[in-house]
């Protein structure tokens, strides 16, 4: 397992801004920056509530987005939730 360091801040930019942090990153090629699957693990409590992207605030990097769409826009390979109870998720 591989993680890619420095991470994209945003949409194929590298900065030093607060990197985000997906769980698993398959690349596949030397470009540690793109990526072809992205998985990042959901564990909701309890275990009825519906597995979901985190949304980041008004502020920073981020701003209005949530983590799968900056996995897929930054990383540029297919992003999905792995949850326990729904498997993988889009």
Request: hydrophobic fraction near 35%; proline fraction near 10%.
């Given at each position: 397992?591989?993680?890619?360091?420095?991470?994209?801040?945003?949409?194929?930019?590298?900065?030093?801004?607060?990197?985000?942090?997906?769980?698993?990153?398959?690349?596949?090629?030397?470009?540690?920056?793109?990526?072809?699957?992205?998985?990042?693990?959901?564990?909701?409590?309890?275990?009825?509530?519906?597995?979901?992207?985190?949304?980041?605030?008004?502020?920073?990097?981020?701003?209005?987005?949530?983590?799968?769409?900056?996995?897929?826009?930054?990383?540029?390979?297919?992003?999905?939730?792995?949850?326990?109870r729904l498997g993988i998720i889009p």
């Amino acid at each position: 397992m591989a993680r890619s360091s420095p991470v994209p801040c945003a949409w194929g930019s590298v900065s030093t801004c607060s990197p985000f942090k997906p769980d698993i990153v398959l690349h596949g090629d030397s470009n540690l920056l793109t990526s072809v699957l992205t998985l990042d693990f959901k564990f909701p409590c309890p275990d009825t509530n519906v597995p979901r992207w985190t949304s980041y605030g008004e502020k920073g990097a981020y701003a209005g987005s949530n983590q799968g769409r900056v996995y897929n826009e930054a990383l540029q390979g297919e992003a999905f939730m792995v949850s326990p109870r729904l498997g993988i998720i889009p």
